[in-house]
């Protein structure tokens, strides 16, 4: 899990820092009627990446806000400082949550039994309506993927990679679904994300 995560982090700072020369060199390569295609797609998927972070993140601080709330409702000491613990541990997609219950539960009956017991059902119920409700509902519109092709992509992306395959599975089907946009076959391209209807040209490609 620390390897794949460690992965991951190595990979999106060499992205960073070699994007701007890659992305002049194939811009070059391909020329005037290529260009602004590909100028197009890499908008659509930085844009794609910049969703999915920023949804997780709203995720992971709606968990860490309910978590406070818990906490902080039944007693247990330090509850700000284990609600952060837990919103960070919540970023790690499908385990986070059961990660943030070990840290959060063993707090609670660290105070009493009561407390424990509070929290770990609140866990319980909230590992289910975020792997099923918020992260398919915030992640599809973050990502503008539908919601049922979020939870199968991330579930069969786990079942396939492990948790590698369950971090990267929502940015890459935004991205396939982005490049099937640009390059499918017109009748298998998805439609086009909502927004003001563009003004016939009078022209067929």
Known sequence: ???GLLTVIVLAYLMV??????TRGVLAAAGDGQGERLRRVGREVSRTVTGYLTGNLLIS??????TYAVLALTGVPFAAVIALLVAV???IPLVG?????VIAAGAGFLHSPTAGVVVLVFFVVYQQLENHLLQPLILSRAVRLNPL????SVLLAEELAG???ALLAIPAAGIVQTLLREYGPRRLRPAPPA???ARPTGSAD
């Open 1 to 3: 899990m620390v390897a």
């Open 17 to 22: 820092l070699e994007a701007p020369r890659i």
């Open 61 to 66: 601080v709606i968990c860490g806000v309910l």
């Open 89 to 91: 541990a919540d970023l």
């Open 97 to 101: 949550a059961t990660l943030g219950a």
């Open 149 to 152: 092709t979020v939870l199968v």
């Open 163 to 165: 948790l590698l395959g």
């Open 195 to 197: 927004g003001p209807a």
